[in-house]
């Protein structure tokens, strides 16, 4: 479904992939993929849809969890600044939120060129060494994401990607 396919490895004990899209619905098919829904789960027990997360950058880009969760049947729930994880409901929120969660399967959508880093913050950068902390605390918080998964992981992006993804996988 996806044009590109890679694994990852963050240096601790994860199953992880990105994937490239070349279009939003495209994204939105592998997350119907083993093992993020639960019906085509290859694990020997199935994730429970409180078990798993799907993380976007910003509040702009929550359509796209949100979608992809409808595409593949999953109900969800969007996590407000209470961070409450509901039984039966795949959890939806923002990277920023995600900081102290655990779920066996994570998937981070849209990381897109522009989208992480965000293209905003760093517009209003005029100063080189503030450019570097942007970057950094951009990269610090797709780090984060990642590192919410226990057993799955999941990253995927419509092409063309955002440059972290390039320096994840090397």
Do not use: W
């Not at 490895?9 to 994860?14: E, H, I, K, Q, T």
């Not at 959508?109 to 605390?137: H, K, S």
Request: aromatic fraction near 4%; proline fraction near 5%.
């Amino acid at each position: 479904a996806a044009r590109q396919a890679h694994s990852l490895n963050l240096n601790y004990p994860r199953i992880g992939s990105v994937a490239m899209a070349s279009n939003h619905r495209m994204e939105q098919n592998l997350i119907k993929q083993p093992p993020l829904h639960r019906a085509n789960s290859v694990l020997t027990r199935a994730l429970q849809p409180q078990e798993i997360a799907l993380f976007v950058r910003s509040a702009a880009q929550l359509d796209r969890p949100k979608a992809a969760a409808e595409k593949a049947g999953m109900k969800y729930k969007v996590l407000d600044d209470r961070v409450e994880i509901t039984p039966g409901y795949v959890s939806v929120s923002t990277m920023h939120l995600s900081k102290g969660l655990e779920f066996r399967a994570v998937a981070i959508m849209g990381c897109d060129d522009e989208v992480i880093p965000l293209q905003e913050r760093i517009e209003t950068v005029t100063d080189e060494a503030d450019l570097e902390g942007v970057y950094n605390t951009e990269r610090h918080l797709l780090y984060v994401a990642c590192t919410r998964a226990r057993d799955h992981l999941l990253i995927t992006s419509t092409e063309p990607a955002s440059e972290f993804l390039q320096d994840m996988l090397s």
